[in-house]
Structures are given as structure tokens and as C-alpha cells.
């Protein structure tokens, strides 16, 4: 359903309706009723509202930051010595690796930031979207704080909850980042094309055009509307301080959190900072810090006479509508987890894996792969995530019999297939958000990027096939992957070079004038 009509809302409501009518033998009614109990049951769950209340504050903090313009502020501080071709790319880079906490605020300041300054140095709008879109979604989800955090670490809890596995999700979560090699390759590859202006496929051509005939758009191009619906536009008289003071305040109490909640000196002295973030409560760490970035950011803006009490308020409510959608797919996740749970889905699942021979190092590589395409044709991630981790842990975890390197893999297969087919679908949130943003064609925008997540995918995918061999280590998967992808970017990039008459696919710096 999620494929066929793209909603996934209404996908994931089905999906639990249909859990609830099928234990209730096939009666409609009661099958509602028993869907209602499992929404509610899990919005009332001690960590599941904590969650929610993260997201609604973070949502609220970060439409504080963005409309008093701290964020726009920070952006034209960082931007404003920037001249040439090459450093605009960097700079948009760079400020997509800076703001870590949003992928939807990344691609908004991102985007209206620098579309000025990339205009002005001729970098295509379909550059500026790429840059945009591949350091939004990836880069929050590696986050150690952001609003999806809390969303990943509550998936992976409550499906070792389900497998009564007494092990810290977000320890879990931490083993999982080095497993995603799409998201990790995916930064370095726009870094690596930002800096050496070495392209290929359609992207070569687009930024050709904008060096050579000073057009960042192709003639025809129809770019998106870049207008901040939800919000508004911000303040212009923003400081940097109200940005940069509430996301040290967010980084610092949700971190001091963790350390206390987790039993400070005393856990750390018994085994480790592990032991520590094994036993916190990240979700209640992650709402102290939340409130906390809301408290400084509310009073900043006031202290600073950057907005008045009414407008802060509006700025709040209206921030935490942004995360309504965010916590309605997230409210539906858990509920289909528990349809999941009394149907026996992932039992079942493991039942024939194992019947199959499937060993657990050949997950990470099937559980990609089938995140890659449901992510791509429904256009979300969030929902990929949803619908994969209580497939894919209880996979994992049933075949090995032990949370090791073929879990933790598995999990960062689930959100890097996510992230990969969220990056190249036209129907993503994201993709769209991207080339609204960056005033880019939107077509352009998906058909410039594909090459590059197809090459980064490509090589995440011969790297889980060598952790299907054995190769369970990340710190040798990692180098390889890198080199991998140095090595596809340069024979491309050459070749695309030579079809095209562009040699080595470079094309050249170009320096704005005063």
C-alpha cells in the first residue's frame, strides 16, 4: 500500500488495522478497537512520550532558531569571505555537516544561505541542491544529537524490548554507525566532488554550463518555489549567538543527562563509558536537553529584543507543528511493531531464514537492499526504518543468537538503504525540500544526484557483501570503502571526461569579482 498510493501514513494504519483484525479473527470491529488499544497503549508508554516530547521541543527550539534569523545569521558569518567556485561548494558542504540537528532545517538554511553566494561564484543550482540534500538526511542521521535520535534509538529499543534482550539501544546505536557506509560515503563524496570540481554524468554537464555561460540553471529549467511555509521568513537582524548557545545547551545537558542517568563515576568506574551509556535513559536525556535549548533560545531572543514574547510563542507552536507528521509516523511504527509482535511476524521471519541457511553476516546485505528499494519507491526513510528494524534485528539477532557485529550491521544497513533510496527517490520529502531550497529544477535535481548515490551505494553494497564473507570489522571495512570510492569517482569522472570533451571531467574554478 505504501508503494501503491505513497502514503505511508495511511500505510503504516493499515498495516496495524490489519494486525488487529487478524488476532481478533477476522472481525472488523473489534479489529479496530484492538488497533486503538495498540496506538494508545504505546503514545501512554513511559519512553515512547518522552520521544514524542523530544521531538515537539526540538521542533520548538529550532523554529526559534530559525525565525529570530540566529541561523541565517550564523550562515552569512560563515559565508561572507567566500568568493570563488570552489569555496562556495565547500562552505555549502561545510554548513551541511555544521547543522547536525535537522535534516528539514539543514535544507532550508543550507539552501536560502548559500543560493546567493553560489549564484554569485556559478555553481549550478543542481550542485547546490546535491550539496544540499546528500548532507541533510545523512548527517542527521549520524547525529549524536538530533531530532532523529530519538527516533532510531526507540526503534532499536523497543525491538530488543520485544526479544527480551537486556542490552542499551543506544549503545546499539552507536555500534550501528560505522555500518553505514551510504550515509558515511556519501558526505565524503560531495566533499571530494566539491573540492576537485572533478564531476560526471548529467552533474558535469549542469556545471559546465554555469562556469562557462555563468547560467545556474539550464534554459527551460522550472525551479521550485522557495518559500518557508511553516515558518516564515526569518528575522534579518539575527545573531549568531541565539544559534550558537541553545545547540551548546541541546549537545551539553542532553550529554550530562546520559552521564547522570546512567549512573556517572560510580558505572564509569565498574566498566567504561559504554557501561555509563548502557544503563542511561537517552530518551529522558534527550527531553532535559531539548527543554533546556527551548529555555536559552526563548530567552536569548527576548533578551536580544530579536522578537517579542507573542512572536516567540507563535515561533514555538509553530515548530512543533513541523514534528506532528514526524511524531504521527513515529506513534505508528511502535503500533505496528506491536500488530507485528501478535501476529508473530518476525518469529516467522526468522523461522524461514534459518530454514533458508541464511547466516546473520548475509543480513546486513538483504536487509539494504530490500531498504533501498521500499525507500525509493515510497520516498521516505522514516518509514522505511519503520517498516524494516523489527524485521531486520530480530533477523539478525535470531540467527546468531547473540547482539554482536551482525546485529549492529543489520541496523545500519536498515538506515542507510533508508537514506539511499529516500536521496533518489523524486517523491521524497527531502529531495523535493532540496530543490525547493536551492531554487533548483526539481527533475534536474534527482536526475544530477542519482549518479553519485548510485556510486556510494554501489560500494556499500560490496562492502556488506564482504562482511557476508566474514569481514565483520567496520575499521577495515571503512578505509576500503573509501578507497573504493575514490577509485569509481576518478575512472568516472575520467571517462564522463573524455564522452563529453571535458578533460578529466574538471571544470574550472571561477572567481567572483568585488
Request: aromatic share 12%; proline share 4%; net charge negative.
Amino acid at each position: 500500500m505504501a508503494i501503491w498510493t505513497k502514503r505511508v501514513i495511511l500505510a503504516l494504519f493499515a498495516g496495524v488495522w490489519i494486525g488487529g483484525v487478524m488476532i481478533s479473527g477476522w472481525n472488523p470491529v473489534t479489529g479496530t478497537t484492538q488497533t486503538l488499544d495498540w496506538i494508545v497503549g504505546n503514545a501512554i508508554d513511559d519512553w515512547n512520550v518522552k520521544i514524542l516530547l523530544f521531538d515537539f521541543l526540538i521542533g520548538a527550539g529550532v523554529g526559534l532558531i530559525y525565525k529570530s534569523g540566529g541561523a541565517m545569521a550564523i550562515g552569512r558569518a560563515l559565508t561572507s569571505k567566500v568568493r570563488s567556485s570552489r569555496g562556495a561548494a565547500m562552505m555549502g558542504w561545510l554548513l551541511g555537516v555544521l547543522i547536525f540537528f535537522d535534516d528539514y532545517t539543514n535544507t532550508i538554511i543550507v539552501g536560502n544561505t548559500m543560493r546567493p553566494i553560489t549564484d554569485r561564484t556559478r555553481v549550478s543550482r543542481e550542485m547546490l541542491a546535491y550539496i544540499d540534500d546528500s548532507t541533510a538526511a545523512p548527517v542527521a542521521g549520524l547525529a549524536l544529537v538530533s531530532t532523529w535520535i530519538g527516533y532510531e534509538v526507540g526503534l532499536i529499543g523497543d525491538a530488543f524490548k520485544d526479544l527480551n534482550v537486556d542490552y542499551g539501544a543506544y549503545v546499539a546505536w552507536m555500534h550501528s554507525v560505522p555500518f553505514r557506509f551510504y550515509s558515511i560515503l556519501a558526505i565524503i563524496l560531495v566533499f571530494i566532488v566539491a573540492f576537485t570540481h572533478r564531476h560526471y554524468g548529467p552533474m558535469l554537464h549542469a556545471e559546465y554550463r554555469a562556469r562557462t555561460e555563468g547560467k545556474v540553471l539550464r534554459d527551460g529549467a522550472k525551479p521550485l518555489m522557495t518559500t518557508e511555509v511553516d515558518l516564515g521568513m526569518p528575522k534579518e537582524n539575527g545573531s549568531v549567538h541565539i544559534f550558537i548557545w541553545p545547540i551548546l545547551t541541546l549537545i551539553f545537558v542532553t550529554l550530562y543527562g546520559m552521564w547522570y542517568t546512567g549512573g556517572g563515576g560510580a558505572a564509569y568506574a565498574e566498566g567504561g563509558l559504554m557501561e555509563v551509556l548502557g544503563n542511561s535513559d537517552s530518551a529522558l536525556a534527550l527531553l532535559w536537553g531539548s527543554f533546556a535549548m527551548v529555555v536559552v533560545a526563548f530567552f536569548l531572543v527576548l533578551a536580544m529584543k530579536r522578537m517579542t514574547i507573542e512572536e516567540a510563542e507563535d515561533a514555538i507552536v509553530r515548530g512543533m507543528k513541523q514534528m506532528v507528521i514526524a511524531n504521527t509516523i513515529l506513534l505508528l511504527a511502535w503500533s505496528i511493531k506491536s500488530a507485528t509482535d501478535a501476529v508473530g511476524t518476525a518469529p516467522y521471519i526468522v523461522d524461514l531464514a534459518k530454514s533458508a541457511g541464511v547466516s546473520g553476516s548475509w543480513v546486513p546485505l538483504i536487509v539494504f537492499l530490500i531498504a533501498m528499494f521500499i525507500s525509493f519507491t515510497t520516498g521516505t526513510s522514516w518509514g522505511t526504518f519503520s517498516i524494516m528494524l523489527p524485521i531486520a534485528i530480530p533477523l539478525a539477532y535470531g540467527v546468531t543468537g547473540y547482539v554482536g557485529p551482525e546485529v549492529f550491521a543489520s541496523i545500519g544497513a536498515v538506515f542507510a538503504g533508508g537514506i539511499f533510496g529516500d536521496h533518489c527517490s523524486p517523491i521524497s520529502d527531502t529531495t523535493i525540500m532540496s530543490s525547493m531550497f536551492s531554487g533548483s529544477d526539481h527533475i534536474d535535481h534527482v536526475t544530477t544526484q542519482v549518479p553519485y548515490a548510485v556510486t556510494a551505494s554501489s560500494v556499500g553494497i560490496i562492502l556488506y557483501i564482504l562482511f557476508g564473507f566474514g569481514v565483520h570489522s567496520w575499521a577495515v571495512l571503512l578505509p576500503l570503502g573509501f578507497i573504493l570510492l575514490v577509485a569509481a569517482w576518478y575512472v568516472l569522472s575520467e571517462w564522463y571526461g573524455k564522452k563529453y570533451g571535458i578533460p578529466h571531467g574538471k571544470v574550472p574554478v571561477y572567481v567572483a569579482e568585488d
